[in-house]
Every structure is written in C-alpha cells, then in structure tokens.
C-alpha cells in the first residue's frame, strides 16, 4: 500500500514562493509516475505536474509552465513541486498523487490515478 505525506503548503502573497514535498512509502517497484494535483470547492481535481521516476520526464499544465518545477530525490523518496511567481489562480488544496505507471498522455488527468496524498492548502493573497 502506497502512502503519501504533503507538507510546505501556507499562505503567501501574489508573486511570493512556496515549496511542496511529498514523501511516498509503501511500494515496491523500482520506478512510478508521481504528480501534482489541485482543487478549488466547486470544480474538478485539476493536473499540475507530474514525473515518472523511471526516466524523470516530466509534464505541466499550461496554466503553471515557467512558474513551477516538479523534482525528485530518489534518496528521500520525495517528490518536491518548486512554486515560483504564485498567482491567486493558484489558490487550492494540493495533492500529492502515485501510480505504478501513467500513459504520458493521461498523466495531468486525475481518473488514472490510484494514490492521493491528504493534501495541503495553498493560498495566495493579492
């Protein structure tokens, strides 16, 4: 059973940065997809980014590309989401999300994942 632990959400000002880490355990296979995910009250869990760990492709939504970095570091088992020039858009619950293996096309879709972190809250102030 795959487990997932968000930490560095908070609140910050427009233009400010905020750092998220995921800490996954729990699998056995030497490589799996990880990602990012939001979601405002009202509106659909929305892709942010995402990397297979197998070749660290990664994957962004338009809304956050040049603005956040997704990374990894295989020794901490962590998945990290570098948030740079946040916008109040950018206001939502973040999820950290795993999977044994996504298809590179469906990785910012949140149907085709099995693991979710509880989520950390990210708000930005104008």
């Known amino acids: 059973q795959v487990q997932l632990q968000e930490s560095g959400g908070g609140s910050v000002q427009a233009g400010g940065s905020l750092r998220l880490s995921c800490e996954a355990s729990?699998?056995?296979?030497?490589?799996?997809?990880m990602g990012w995910f939001r979601q405002v009250p009202g509106k659909e869990r929305e892709g942010v980014a995402s990397i297979y760990t197998g070749n660290s492709e990664t994957d962004y939504a338009d809304s956050v590309k040049g603005r956040f970095t997704i990374s990894l570091d295989r020794t901490k088992h962590t998945v990290s989401l570098q948030m740079n020039s946040l916008k109040p858009e950018d206001t939502a619950m973040y999820y950290c999300?795993?999977?044994?293996?996504?298809?590179?096309?469906?990785?910012?879709?949140?149907?085709?994942?099995?693991?979710w972190g509880q989520g950390t809250q990210v708000t930005v102030s104008s």
């Open positions: 729990g699998y056995t296979l030497k490589d799996i997809c």
């Open positions: 999300a795993a999977d044994s293996y996504v298809l590179r096309r469906r990785r910012l879709d949140a149907d085709d994942w099995d693991y």
